[in-house]
Each structure stands twice: as structure tokens, then as C-alpha cells.
């Protein structure tokens, strides 16, 4: 408690130009609304562990939500992308849509009574070892939900409207995930080039881009799609192989490749089943090099466990190379006004550049914390599945770079973490209280229920 009045007295001697207090919360604090906050949410709830979650947008997923295009489905069946605790809608195909998905997360966050805090960006979360707890520090800013007005007009009702809150708690949950941010690459000449130039977190359909010469930088899964999806809309879309990628059919025998080689790995050595799926792979596809698409010289899987590089699932993209219709080019080497200059000394005249070149992880540039996460790029210093929990009470869940799948192991393990913790701690954990930062008034807050165990 001496801590606490210490925070209060700090409190109320701060200059009172902007709106600041403090709020104490006996659960742990998950940092974002995505599947991987949602789920651990729900495995504390379940344990009958509160928790208080800190969302930056104003909706849950929004990533699914806000950056993804139209089209998009889950890329693996649905029992393997299922959050702890509740499946999927027995009547939702086995590749649900954008839609589906999302109306899956909703009744989920629902059916728990999730209500995370929206709007509240995370500037930094450091823990104080005096106090053995963690002082996260938010900022809520109306200007953050508005989308109209010029950049200045952002910035001067930023200023007017931030509110700036301090959330302490014994636990703190990295839930960002490792799609955060968008990664955008250094490309000699992006700057300078006179068409539009785009991010697949800004791409919804190929019907801007109609009977246009489209750049797509990127071969993974949204590449991939995102060609496929223009010429759809009768684009004309190239698409950048820098890399040697790993292309495989999205079923194989009647089956999902996925759920194939789960399967198999039950049974067989990794090696071996690496070795099936490319035989199948040159059966079903063919030679993917003649098509300018290298495989690495390690197995599809082998490559995902040690470099987290995911295969691409092909969904009609190979048969649009084949004839034609997507053409496949080297690795830029710089872009003028118009036209893009390949590595194999090939130009060729562009009107606009999509770029599917992913996400990263955001946690370096707020968590003042450098032993569980890597400097470098913000992802858990230890590999999968030994990555989500780090000292004295620092989770990570979302970064385990094996998707939905991944992120429900770790959930269901940070739950029992924590939930073994609060069974063997002195005091029940509590909801959050707030502090009173008037230091004219005096308000008084009912009791907090305690954590039942």
C-alpha cells in the first residue's frame, strides 16, 4: 500500500493541464484485442481471473477488421484456427470468409463478456522492481477514432483531447502480436515513383486497379491472392519474387495440407514428411521453377520450424502464371517516376504498386523491457513453443509466427500461469480501482469483488 499512496501523492501534484490518473487493476493487463488478447481473456475468465485489456483501435481484431482486403479467408480450416474454449459454427464452410471470422470473434468476445478499453495506445509498459508491479502508461485521444481533417488538425485536437492513464498490475500480457505494424521495405526510387502506392493493410479490391499495370512486392499468401484478386477485376499484375518461396497445394488426397501433415507428423520424422509433401506438391503443381518460383533447399516445414517462413497455399495463382495472365519478375533494383528496374537488368512501366511485403512486431518501441524480446525485431528471444512467458510476470501470446494455432497453446498456458500464481499469493486479486486525482474532492470507490479461486 505504500507504493499505492506513493502513485496518488504523485498524482495529484502533476500540472493539470491534461487529464491524468492512475487505475490499479488485481488482473493482468493484456495489451490488445486481437484473437491472441481475446483468447487469453477468455481463458482468465474462465479461471474466474479478471483482466483488463488496452485496445488501440476502437473495435476488437482490427486488424481482420480495418486491414484486410475483401476477399480474404482463413487459410487454414477451421478447427485448426479456432480459439480456445468455443469452435467455430458447425454450418461455417472450412475456409471461413473475412466476414465469418469476424462474426466468430465477436460472439466470442460476447459469450465471455470481454469489454476491452478502446482507444487507449500503449506509449510504455515498464516494471518497477521496488514494487513488483508493472506501470503501464496509455494515452486515450479522440483524435485517434477520426479519420477526417488534415494531419495539423490530428495533431492540435490530439493535444486538446489526450488523456493520459497509468494502469498498474502484477501481470502484463503482450498481446500486440507480430502483425502490428506495417513493414514496408527500403526500395531505391519508392518515394519518387508517380503512380499510387499501397500496402495490403490499404488494398480492399482489384476494382481500383482495373486495366491497370499493377507491381505486387511480395510472394507470400496475400501476394499471391492479391494477384489473383486483380486479375479478377482484369488488372494486369506482376509479381516480385525476391526469394526462393515454397508453394504447395491448399489440399492434398482429399485432406488440407495442413491437417495432412499434422497427421503425419504424428507417425513419421519431420524430414520424411517434408519429403511427401514436395513429391505430392511436383505431382499436383509441377515444376514451380520453370514458373520463376525457387524452393529453398529446406523442406516446407522444416523451413517454417527453424526460419518461421510460411509455405504459400496456392488457390488458383499458379494456373493465372501459367497462362500468362500474372507475370513473375526478379528482385527490383530501383524504381524511377514510372517503371520499376529488375536485378536481371529488365524494365518495364508500372501505374500503380501494391505492397504485400507483411506486418511486424511494434513491442521494442513501447515495452522498456529487453530480456524476453529481442531489440532487433521485437519478437520473444526463445523459440516455440518456449516464448510466452518471461520474468516476473511478462507474457507474450501472438508471436509464436504458427498462427491462431499457436496463439491458443500459449493462452491456455499464460491462464494456468497466472491462475496457479493468484492460488498461491497472500491476497486475492481485485478488479481496477481508480484514484481520485482532484486533490480538492475525495471520492470513495465500493469495494472491489475478489478473485474467486
Not at 7 to 17: A, F, P, V
Not at 60 to 65: D, E, K, N, T
Not at 114 to 129: G, I, M, Q, T, Y
Amino acid at each position: 500500500m505504500d507504493y499505492l499512496k506513493e502513485i496518488e501523492g504523485k498524482q495529484i501534484h502533476d500540472k493539470m493541464t491534461s487529464t491524468r490518473r492512475i487505475l490499479v487493476s488485481g488482473g493482468p493487463i493484456i495489451v490488445g484485442a486481437g484473437p491472441s488478447g481475446l483468447a487469453v481473456a477468455a481463458c482468465l475468465k474462465e479461471k474466474n481471473i479478471p483482466s483488463l485489456i488496452l485496445e488501440r483501435a476502437n473495435c476488437i481484431a482490427s486488424l481482420w477488421q480495418l486491414k484486410t482486403y475483401d476477399r480474404i479467408r482463413l487459410h487454414l480450416p477451421k478447427q485448426f484456427s479456432q480459439l480456445p474454449l468455443r469452435p467455430f459454427p458447425s454450418n461455417f464452410p472450412t475456409y471461413p470468409t473475412k466476414q465469418q471470422f469476424l462474426a466468430y470473434l465477436k460472439d466470442y468476445a460476447h459469450h465471455y463478456d470481454l469489454k476491452p478499453v478502446f482507444n487507449k495506445r500503449v506509449e510504455s509498459a515498464r516494471f518497477d522492481h521496488r514494487s513488483g508491479i508493472w506501470q503501464v502508461k496509455a494515452v486515450t485521444s479522440e483524435a485517434a477514432a477520426t479519420t477526417a481533417g488534415s494531419k495539423e488538425d490530428d495533431d492540435h485536437r490530439e493535444e486538446e483531447d489526450a488523456e493520459i492513464t497509468e494502469y498498474v498490475s502484477q501481470w502484463l500480457v503482450v498481446a500486440t502480436g507480430e502483425n502490428a505494424e506495417e513493414a514496408v521495405p527500403e526500395i531505391e526510387g519508392l518515394g519518387g515513383f508517380g503512380g499510387p502506392v499501397v500496402h495490403t493493410s490499404s488494398y480492399k479490391s482489384g476494382e481500383l486497379f482495373r486495366g491497370k499495370r499493377v507491381l505486387v512486392v511480395g510472394c507470400g499468401n496475400s501476394g499471391m491472392e492479391v494477384c489473383l484478386d486483380l486479375c479478377n477485376y482484369n488488372a494486369r499484375p506482376s509479381l516480385v519474387v525476391r526469394d526462393s518461396v515454397h508453394v504447395l497445394p491448399q489440399e492434398m488426397l482429399g485432406r488440407s495440407t495442413f491437417g495432412l501433415s499434422m497427421w503425419l507428423l504424428k507417425w513419421l520424422p519431420l524430414c520424411v514428411v517434408d519429403q511427401f509433401l514436395l513429391l505430392m506438391s511436383h505431382l499436383m503443381l509441377g515444376d514451380t521453377s520453370q514458373l520463376g518460383l525457387i524452393r529453398p533447399k529446406l523442406g516446407p516445414l522444416q523451413l517454417k520450424s527453424m526460419a518461421g517462413k510460411t509455405p504459400v497455399l496456392d488457390i488458383g495463382t499458379l494456373a493465372k502464371i501459367r497462362i500468362g495472365e500474372i507475370k513473375v519478375c526478379k528482385a527490383i533494383k530501383r524504381l524511377t517516376q514510372h517503371a520499376a528496374e529488375f536485378i536481371d537488368g529488365k524494365v518495364e512501366s508500372f501505374d500503380a504498386i501494391i505492397l504485400a511485403t507483411g506486418f511486424k512486431s511494434n513491442v521494442k518501441t513501447w515495452l522498456k523491457e529487453t530480456k524476453m524480446f529481442s531489440e532487433k525485431n521485437g519478437m520473444p528471444r526463445k523459440a516455440f513453443p518456449n516464448g510466452w512467458k518471461g520474468e516476473c510476470g511478462l507474457y507474450a501470446v501472438g508471436f509464436t509466427q504458427r498462427g491462431l494455432l499457436g496463439a491458443s497453446a500459449d493462452a491456455r498456458r499464460i491462464a494456468q500461469d497466472i491462475y496457479d500464481q493468484s492460488r498461491n499469493a497472500d491476497q486475492p486479486a481485485t478488479h481496477f480501482v481508480p484514484f481520485n486525482s482532484n486533490p480538492t474532492s475525495t471520492t470513495h470507490a465500493k469495494p472491489p469483488p475478489t478473485l474467486q479461486t
